[in-house]
């Protein structure tokens, strides 16, 4: 395996008393799209700061484009490409008038910019918007934007954090579309991500994230296979029927829960365990088996509840 683009060992980051990052350790090959999955405040956000050299790490060791953040900063920041969370894009300008101030920053000749410029806007879709202002642009055309904005030094490495939150699925798909395009062009890609199925799509290998540690890492079918079942029956119950549960599960499935609206049951065959449960005269209103996903590995690694 060649040298990893990005290596952490004992990465931390602390503010005052809080420890936001608490001694990480993960690598990152070129090529890979490679994720950070986890609730708010897990730390993604503060470890993708230290990876763009834009937040001094307060301990352990972090490799970036082989070389150290705290003494390199500016070198391996000319060869990143950022999409933060939030749009910061100038909105008095217009569309290929960000692309050229922000290209210009990294000492891109015009001529070549020019060149670049349109090459991103093709990319973004955005080659009809290029003279309108970006005040005037939808959610999904901004976030395009901020992304082809990020590519325009040419970057070996694009950190994109949570580039799809408050979008629409058709927007949401179509930045994903653009994403694997990049990747499939050797750029690689470090993402931080609510959504399950985002990281699905994208990550070839990711790590959850709580409260400042790593609590799993490898592909999206590697975690589903290794910290739940095959399978989950999901089953909408009667009110007062749910308490008989327990017991008819006994033996049959692995693990199960009981939410408000309806019971999780976590199984490696679903059919089975769900004609088990009609047999033992239990008729839920209704009933779908449906493959385990990341989302259940999230929740059960992470739990349902809210840690603000």
């Known amino acids: 395996m060649t040298r990893p683009l990005v290596m952490a060992r004992a990465l931390t980051k602390r503010f005052g008393e809080f420890m936001a990052v608490d001694g990480i350790d993960f690598e990152v090959q070129a090529g890979e799209a490679f994720g950070f999955l986890g609730p708010n405040g897990a730390g993604k956000s503060s470890t993708m700061r230290m990876i763009g050299a834009t937040s001094q790490r307060s301990g352990g060791e972090l490799q970036v484009l082989g070389l150290d953040p705290s003494q390199h900063g500016p070198r391996i920041r000319a060869r990143l490409g950022v999409v933060p969370q939030e749009d910061n894009l100038d909105l008095e ?3 290929a008038d960000n692309l050229y101030v922000y290209g210009r920053y990294f000492g891109i ?3 070549e910019l020019r060149r670049r410029i349109g090459e991103l806007l ?3 879709r955005l080659t009809e918007r290029a003279n309108e202002k970006v005040d005037n642009l939808s959610g999904g055309m901004k976030r395009r934007l901020t992304i082809a904005r990020g590519l325009v030094n040419n970057p070996e490495l ?10 629409d699925p058709q927007a949401r798909h179509l930045l994903w579309d653009r994403l694997y395009n990049l990747k499939q062009k050797g750029v690689t890609l470090i993402i931080t991500t609510h959504y399950m199925e985002e990281a699905e799509q994208l990550c070839d290998r990711l790590v959850v994230m709580d409260k400042g540690h790593i609590i799993a890492m490898g ?5 589903v296979d290794k910290h739940v079942t095959k399978e989950v029956v999901e089953l909408r119950l009667a009110p007062g029927s749910a308490a008989k549960l327990p017991e008819k599960l006994d033996g ?3 693990r199960f829960e009981l939410l408000a609206d309806r ?16 047999r033992s005269g239990l008729t839920p209103l209704s009933t779908l ?20």
């Not at 592909?219 to 975690?223: C, G, N, T």
């Open 93 to 95: 300008l217009s569309v």
């Open 109 to 111: 000749p015009k001529r």
């Open 122 to 124: 093709d990319f973004a």
């Open 158 to 167: 694009l950190l994109l954090d949570e580039p799809t939150t408050g979008l």
């Open 219 to 223: 592909s999206p079918r590697e975690l």
């Open 252 to 254: 049959i499935a692995r």
């Open 263 to 278: 019971a999780l049951i976590y199984t490696d065959d679903g059919d089975a365990t769900a004609e088990h449960l009609l």
């Open 289 to 308: 088996v449906r493959r385990a996903s990341l989302e259940d590995v999230f929740l059960t690694l992470t739990g349902r509840q809210l840690d603000e």
